[in-house]
């Protein structure tokens, strides 16, 4: 019963370096997120997968890209990290609009 | 405008009293609602959802939607110091819309 599992659950990057941050759900759902959480700033969406084979840029796609590997795994990846970017990130998944999300436990990002 | 707005915070009631949170969403075609609660250092964690206009009763907790105002509240009744913890606002957007949007949330604290 592991629901939504985010790896890793901490990382340093220096700027300029890349990494991909993987999420795997185990549920079924047929969509998935990744939202960044800054202090004061709320859940802001970056990037989402509706269904398996389609994404969707959301409010904060910028430096960021995606990768619906399959209907379980949605990964993120930095391709050039910088300090905006240290954040909280979390992966969620949705069966549809009538269940809302089961979020992961996050992976929390310093670039220096 | 944001097209999710909250209280703003931060509320503090004492124990035992009723909490008071709520909602305004700008997409008049949602139709499903979801309250989400977040403690400290932690992830969201869905906790009352609603649907339909009036109100949605689960233990302590009570949801209310009003789709003409296009307004979602949530009452805590006997409040707990459990309880101290942010709460979301996440409406889901319109029809084929394929996410919600979250408010940047109500920071309650419960003082024993």
């Known amino acids: 019963n592991a629901g939504v599992t985010q790896t890793p659950k901490f990382q340093v990057l220096k700027t300029g370096q ?7 759900q185990d549920m079924n759902h047929n969509s998935m997120y990744w939202y960044r959480q800054d202090p004061g700033m709320g859940l802001r969406l970056i990037y989402y997968s509706a269904s398996e084979g389609t994404t969707d840029k959301g409010e904060v796609p910028n430096g960021y890209n995606v990768s619906r590997l399959n209907k379980r795994e949605f990964s993120l990846r930095l391709e050039s990290a910088a300090p905006s ?5 979390f992966c969620a998944s949705s069966l549809d609009s009538n269940y809302g999300y089961t979020f992961g436990s996050g992976t929390r990002l310093t670039v220096v | 405008q944001k097209e999710v707005e909250q209280n703003s915070g931060p509320l503090s009631v004492p124990e035992g009293a009723i909490a008071s949170l709520n909602c305004t969403y700008s997409d008049r075609g ?20 609603i649907y339909s206009n009036g109100d949605k009763e689960d233990g302590r907790f009570t949801a209310q939607l009003n789709k003409a105002s296009q307004y979602v509240s949530l009452l805590i009744r ?5 309880d101290s913890a942010t709460y979301l606002c ?4 319109s029809t084929n819309a394929g996410k ?7 920071t309650l604290t419960v003082k024993p």
């Open chain 1, 18 to 24: 890349s990494m991909t941050l993987q999420c795997a």
């Open chain 1, 85 to 89: 970017q240290t954040s909280v990130y």
């Open chain 2, 30 to 49: 949602s139709q499903s609602f979801f309250w989400y609660r977040q403690y400290s250092g932690k992830s969201p964690e869905l906790i009352m959802s």
């Open chain 2, 78 to 82: 006997d409040s707990q110091p459990s």
């Open chain 2, 90 to 93: 996440a409406p889901w957007g």
């Open chain 2, 100 to 106: 919600s949007t979250f408010g940047d949330g109500t």
